[in-house]
């Protein structure tokens, strides 16, 4: 990439939420960019953060919205509910992992680099690079990666936890086919259920597999 950690030449403006006081400074001083790139960087970063929030809002809710209705249904058919009562406290505990990295992580990753994109409106962006990379002082990096160094292991143990989930239903709707018939239960609503989890769990890992660099603070840097 071309920012790194180290201390610049001249100091790049700290990150704040939204990113708008940076942003505000050089739409107001003399600047790089056209109005236009302001109104890009206001827009990318408002859709950036509804992506965000519509994402956290479909882990904070599954539990209540895919998996207590099938429970319910379970328990109908097959009163010993420990199964599902497994499958309810792993989803519950990936979900809250993954809001978690969320509020902690990918927020502060919004934020920071709507900064970055603001400082490259400086006329003497010049004195702030070695070489072409832009160097950003360790003071605001650090916070970065204290956000988000965790989230590669949250995120694994979150798409594990999923995967078991999702397992489970699945071993249940068969049980319980074989033992009640075909119509004991919705199947869809299990396999939908269970689709979700097996696909949420297999992008949870890849993201974490992507963000491998963030726990360590030297491949980060």
């Given at each position: 990439g071309l920012i790194r950690a180290g201390e610049p030449r001249k100091l790049a403006e700290e990150p704040s939420d939204g990113g708008g006081p940076a942003c505000r400074k050089w739409r107001e001083e003399r600047s790089c960019c056209t109005p236009d790139f302001?109104?890009?960087v206001d827009g990318a970063n408002d859709d950036e953060a509804r992506r965000i929030r519509d994402v956290r809002d479909i882990y904070e809710h599954f539990v209540d919205d895919r998996i207590r209705p099938v429970a319910g249904r379970f328990?109908?058919?097959?009163?010993?509910?420990?199964?599902m009562d497994s499958v309810v406290r792993s989803v519950e505990q990936a979900s809250g992992r993954v809001v978690d990295v969320i509020d902690r992580c990918e927020d502060s990753i919004r934020r920071f680099f709507t900064v970055m994109l603001c400082e490259l409106c400086d006329p003497w962006l010049a004195n702030k690079q070695d070489d072409g990379i832009l160097r950003v002082s360790e003071r605001h990096v650090r916070p970065l990666w204290e956000a988000c160094r965790r989230a590669p292991s949250e995120l694994s143990e979150a798409s594990g936890a999923l995967a078991e989930a999702a397992a489970h239903l699945r071993a249940m709707l068969r049980s319980a086919s074989r033992h009640q018939g075909d119509d004991a239960m919705s199947g869809d609503l299990f396999l939908r259920a269970a689709s979700?989890?097996?696909?949420a769990g297999r992008q949870l890992r890849l993201a974490a597999e992507r963000m491998r660099f963030y726990e360590e603070w030297e491949r980060f840097r």
């Open positions: 302001f109104d890009f328990e109908d058919v097959a009163p010993s509910s420990g199964p979700w989890a097996t696909r």
